[in-house]
C-alpha cells in the first residue's frame, strides 16, 4: 500500500512574484457561482476575452469543460477504462461528488493562481462549506467570490441545455435549485445582477473589480 508520509513539497526555483513580475499582474482565483443557466460561463468567457485583449494572462476552467476531462464521470471512463475503474474514479453528482469536483479543481485553480494566472472558473459549486475550504486554502486575496445571481425563474426560461425541464420531469434527480439546495454567498466580493443586466455590463463590472482590487492596472 502506497503511504503517503513519503510525500514531499519540493519549492520552486521560480518564485511566485518572479512570476507575477513577468506577467505583469497579480495572479488570484476568480471563482463565479450560481444556479444552472444564470450566465457563469457566459460572463467568465466574456471576461477572458477583455483580459486577453489587453495582454493580460488569463484562463477560464469551465464546470462542463472539467466533467470532460480531469473530473470525467462514470460513464465517460467506463467507455475509455472499463467499469471497475469508472466506479472507483468516476464523480457523479451526489453531494459527495460535488463535493470532491469542488476540492479538485480548487487545487488547480490555486496552481494557475500561483504561477501567476488570471484564473476563472464557472461552477455552480452550490454547497458554501466547499466555496469556503477553497477561499480559506489560499492565500489572503487570492480567492475572489463571484456571485452570479439570478432567479431560479430567469435560470429556467433560458435553460439552454433542457436540464430544468428534465428535472420537473423526474428524468434528473438532485438538480440544484429544484431538488437539492443552492446555497449562495455569505460575503462574495462581488454580486452581479444577472437576471437584469446584460452580460456585457457584467464582464464590465469584474474588470472594474479587479483594476479597484489592484489585481490588475
Same mark, same amino acid.
Given at each position: 500500500?502506497?503511504?503517503?508520509?513519503?510525500?514531499? #513539497?519540493? *519549492?520552486?526555483?521560480?518564485?511566485?512574484? *518572479?512570476?507575477? &513580475?513577468?506577467? @505583469?499582474?497579480?495572479?488570484?482565483? !476568480? #471563482?463565479?457561482?450560481?444556479?444552472?443557466?444564470? +450566465?457563469?460561463s457566459t460572463v467568465s468567457n466574456l471576461v477572458d476575452h477583455k483580459l486577453h485583449k489587453r495582454g493580460l494572462r488569463s484562463y477560464v476552467l469551465d464546470g462542463d469543460n472539467v466533467r470532460h476531462g480531469l473530473n470525467a464521470g462514470p460513464g465517460m471512463l467506463k467507455e475509455r477504462h472499463g467499469e471497475e475503474f469508472a466506479k472507483r474514479?468516476?464523480?457523479?453528482?451526489?453531494?459527495?461528488?460535488? &463535493? &470532491?469536483? !469542488?476540492?479538485?479543481?480548487?487545487?488547480v485553480a490555486k496552481?494557475?493562481?500561483?504561477? +501567476?494566472?488570471?484564473? %476563472?472558473? =464557472?461552477?455552480?459549486?452550490?454547497?458554501?462549506?466547499?466555496?469556503?475550504?477553497?477561499? $480559506?486554502?489560499?492565500? *489572503? +486575496?487570492?480567492f475572489v467570490e463571484v456571485f452570479v445571481d439570478a432567479p431560479i425563474e430567469v435560470c429556467e426560461k433560458r435553460d439552454p441545455k433542457g436540464l430544468y425541464k428534465k428535472a420537473r420531469a423526474g428524468e434528473i434527480k438532485g438538480f440544484t435549485g429544484i431538488d437539492d439546495p443552492y446555497e449562495p454567498?455569505?460575503?462574495?466580493? %462581488?454580486?452581479?445582477?444577472?437576471?437584469?443586466? *446584460?452580460? &456585457?455590463? %457584467? =464582464?464590465? $463590472?469584474?474588470?472594474?473589480? %479587479? $483594476?479597484?482590487? @489592484?489585481k490588475i492596472s
Open positions: 500500500m502506497a503511504n503517503d508520509t513519503n510525500v514531499h #513539497w519540493h *519549492e520552486h526555483s521560480v518564485t511566485r512574484k *518572479e512570476r507575477e &513580475e513577468l506577467n @505583469g499582474h497579480r495572479g488570484c482565483v !476568480i #471563482w463565479f457561482t450560481g444556479l444552472s443557466a444564470c +450566465g457563469k474514479f468516476g464523480l457523479g453528482f451526489s453531494a459527495q461528488d460535488r &463535493e &470532491e469536483n !469542488i476540492r479538485r479543481i480548487g487545487a496552481l494557475f493562481a500561483d504561477a +501567476g494566472v488570471l484564473t %476563472l472558473t =464557472a461552477f455552480i459549486s452550490p454547497y458554501r462549506r466547499d466555496r469556503d475550504s477553497i477561499r $480559506e486554502s489560499m492565500s *489572503e +486575496g487570492d454567498p455569505a460575503k462574495p466580493e %462581488l454580486v452581479l445582477d444577472a437576471g437584469a443586466k *446584460e452580460a &456585457e455590463a %457584467l =464582464a464590465d $463590472e469584474v474588470i472594474a473589480y %479587479l $483594476e479597484s482590487s @489592484g
